[in-house]
């Protein structure tokens, strides 16, 4: 299991693929689900340049792990991975990556879909928008 | 041994400074009179302890770590 800040762009497949072959035992998972959520050039009808994303360090990475451990408490898990990027964001970059691998695909969907959800009301990250004319901060997420 | 109380985001800008070093506080409630330069406290503000949510009036010891913020927005993008 493994929650991960980055500072600098990832790619999602490449990420995925290198904790599968590092740490997945051959034969014994029969089901990955994945989540990749990418930034957009838009929100709320305007442009939007950039953005930045700010972490409580320390909190951020403690109430990633609960989420883990309560997903991996309630499902029957193999293993799962979170990783999320803070700083300096620009349009297209993943902003965030969960995957959850099981025997079953039962589990892996509904593991993965609470990762995220958990993830966006509890764990502490905030966004603040480049737009041309300025900055704001996003003040809430809506619900799945 | 102090309290150290952290703003984060948009409280972080409206409180004017990030960190803050108390010599005592009663409870968070007390934390942030003290540490908020008179601002009052925004209806949706989230509050920690150590690290761990926490309502305003838990109580707060000599050595914790008290953090306010506005709602979490992490996740993929936006509304």
Request: aromatic letters at 8%.
């Amino acid at each position: 299991m493994a929650c991960e800040i980055r500072e600098t762009p990832f790619d999602p497949w490449q990420e995925t693929q290198q904790y599968q072959q590092a740490h997945l035992e051959d034969g014994k998972y029969g089901a990955t689900a994945s989540f990749v959520g990418t930034m957009r050039d838009f929100n709320q009808g305007d442009d939007v340049s950039s953005m930045h994303l700010e972490h409580y360090p320390g909190m951020t990475e403690r109430h990633l792990q609960k989420i883990c451990d309560e997903a991996s408490a309630r499902w029957e898990l193999l293993d799962c991975l979170i990783i999320h990027r803070v700083g300096e964001i620009l349009p297209n970059q993943p902003i965030v990556l969960t995957v959850v691998w099981s025997a079953h695909r039962k589990e892996a969907f509904e593991a993965c879909r609470y990762l995220m959800e958990e993830l966006k009301t509890r764990a502490p990250f905030w966004k603040k928008e480049g737009l041309g004319d300025g900055h704001r901060w996003v003040d809430k997420n809506t619900p799945g | 041994m102090s309290i150290s109380v952290k703003f984060f985001a948009r409280l972080r800008e409206q409180v004017g400074q990030g960190d803050v070093s108390l010599d005592s506080a009663r409870d968070v409630q007390d934390a942030w009179q003290q540490a908020s330069n008179g601002m009052a406290m925004p209806d949706n503000t989230l509050c920690a302890v150590n690290m761990e949510y926490v309502d305003h009036h838990t109580e707060v010891k000599d050595g914790d770590e008290v953090a306010f913020f506005p709602p979490v927005t992490g996740g993929c993008h936006g509304l």
